[in-house]
């Protein structure tokens, strides 16, 4: 019995041993297939909150982008004119202009004698449209629906325009006509442009909206400023500076 007992132990031993290498192996053979097995293992997908912060910045970068070019587009030749007859008006002193003046003399038809003395005999109304015919014929002035000046004697009506002036008078009695002309050249009728002076309603209108687009225009502009200016160091300082000047000047100088 001992010599089978003693014989045994010598095999169960080994078996034992290679048992344990085996389990060994298969986990040394786990631990270096691991890191091969995750990395085929695909990333968990990012949350909506991580997702959403950076489309949101496209979404609103794309806007401002299109905003920007749109309001640049409506509102560029209007700005070339406005900012080069800020310049002429700023130095309106220096630019020589002479106005070139022009007066004629009229008659009326009879009939048109008629209508004027059923016309109203005082207060302000536009002339008969055949009336305005007449004039634009004779003497080159449309007037248009301005106002007339109408009292016993006479019919006065002024037609200003950008640039320049105009009057016309008219004798109720006899129909003669009186007219003036003044033109003051190219850069007086940008200017009077630019300050919407006898200019009409439609370019009222027009001033406007092209005020609204550059205001457009200057604030999407300063969002985009912002949304870049991690990138280019030197915006604030330039916006700083750009907005310190005028102040200064205002604060300062003004009166210099």
């Known amino acids: 019995m001992s010599l089978g007992t003693s014989g045994s132990a010598p095999h169960d031993t080994a078996v034992e041993q290679q048992a344990g290498d085996a389990a060994t192996a298969r986990s040394e053979s786990a631990v270096v297939s ?4 995750a990395a085929l293992r695909p990333a ?25 070019w749109i309001s ?19 130095h309106a002193s220096s630019i020589a202009a002479e106005p070139i003046v022009v007066t004629q003399s009229a008659q009326l038809p009879g009939s048109l004698i008629e209508r004027l003395r059923e016309a109203p005999v005082s207060g302000n109304a536009p002339l008969p449209e ?29 037609v200003p325009g950008p640039g320049r002036d105009a009057w016309i008078s008219i004798d109720r009695a006899s129909g003669k006509i009186e007219a003036e002309r003044t033109d003051r050249g190219w850069v007086s009728f940008f200017n009077d442009l630019h300050k919407g002076r006898n200019t009409g309603t439609a370019w009222f209108w027009l001033i406007d909206i092209l005020a609204v687009a550059c205001v457009v225009f200057t604030f999407t502009g300063l969002l985009l400023l912002q949304l870049h200016a991690r990138h280019r ?13 005028p102040l200064i000047i205002i604060l300062f100088f003004m009166h210099l």
């Open 34 to 37: 691991a890191p091969r097995n």
């Open 233 to 245: 160091p030197s915006t604030w300082p330039l916006v700083g500076l750009g907005t310190a000047i």
């Open 130 to 158: 055949s009336l305005r015919a007449e004039l634009d014929d004779t003497v080159g002035i449309d007037a248009g629906t301005t106002p007339a000046e109408w009292s016993e004697a006479e019919v006065y009506v002024a």
């Open 44 to 68: 968990p997908p990012r949350s909506k909150a991580a997702r959403n912060p950076k489309k949101a910045k496209q979404f609103w970068l794309k806007q401002l982008h299109s905003w920007h």
């Open 72 to 90: 640049a587009a409506i509102s560029l030749a209007g700005m070339f004119v406005f900012a080069i007859t800020g310049i002429t008006l700023n």
